[in-house]
């Protein structure tokens, strides 16, 4: 059964880099069938989609966080990661990574969930 | 602003239906089968209920329904029970050249 488990400080300074990494667990994240997203959600808002990326390597983002998001995959470290420069305080969120493995055009499942606080 | 529209709230009684819309544009929730909805409890991950508008994956109780007309998705819970209580997200794609993902504003589900 996969899971999956965000990493990465919870404390960035405005105008840096957040970095965040989603380390998937009991199973390849190479299969051609699965995709991988990260989302967000800033304290007591929505879910806001950043990005997904696909075992072709294809990425997709949010068009308001293009300019400043990259989504890579590392599959030898079974791993994908989120970068998120220029960060403001609007950044502050909870941040999820999550993937498609069953259900089509839906994330099925999640991790966790790991705070991130922008902030000097 | 959410790119699709849902009610803050919505109420019921144990025992009773409610059913939370989400409505959408001819280029999301008007074209696509691919709405989804979540639950998502106070300090938790959102959960999938629901995929390709009225699919349940396994594990979800059939008290959990999708539908949807035009530009506008629906999830019905019937039976309400206290654990329903929570926020509920819909979501759909949205197509390649745009924003391929888009979220509902959520509504949040109490049970009386």
């Known amino acids: 059964q996969l899971q999956l488990q965000e990493s990465g400080p919870g404390l960035v300074k405005p105008s840096e880099t957040l970095s965040l990494t989603c380390t998937v667990s009991?199973?390849?994240?190479?299969?051609?069938?699965?995709?991988w997203g990260w989302i967000r959600q800033p304290p007591g808002k929505g879910l806001e989609w950043i990005g997904s990326i696909y075992y072709s390597g294809s990425t997709y983002y949010n068009p308001s966080l293009k300019s400043r998001v990259t989504i890579s995959v590392d599959t030898s470290k079974n791993q994908f990661s989120l970068k998120l420069s220029s960060v403001t305080a609007a950044d502050t969120a909870v941040y999820y990574c999550?993937?498609?493995?069953?259900?089509?055009?839906?994330?099925?499942?999640w991790g966790q969930g790991t705070m991130v606080t922008v902030s000097s | 602003q959410s790119a699709l529209t849902q009610p803050a709230s919505v109420s019921g009684s144990p025992g009773q239906s409610i059913t939370i819309s989400c409505t959408g544009t001819s280029s999301d929730v008007g074209s696509y089968n691919l709405v989804s909805w979540y639950q998502q409890h106070p300090g938790k991950a959102p959960k999938l209920m629901i995929y390709e508008g009225s699919k349940r994956p396994s594990g979800v109780s059939n008290r959990f329904s999708g539908s949807k007309s035009g530009n506008t998705a629906s999830l019905t819970i019937s039976g309400l029970q206290a654990e329903d209580e929570a926020d509920y997200y819909c979501c759909s794609y949205a197509g390649s050249s745009t924003s391929r993902v888009v979220f509902g504003g959520g509504t949040k589900l109490t049970v009386l």
């Open positions: 999550a993937g498609n493995i069953a259900a089509a055009g839906a994330f099925d499942i």
């Open positions: 009991g199973g390849s994240i190479s299969s051609s069938s699965y995709y």
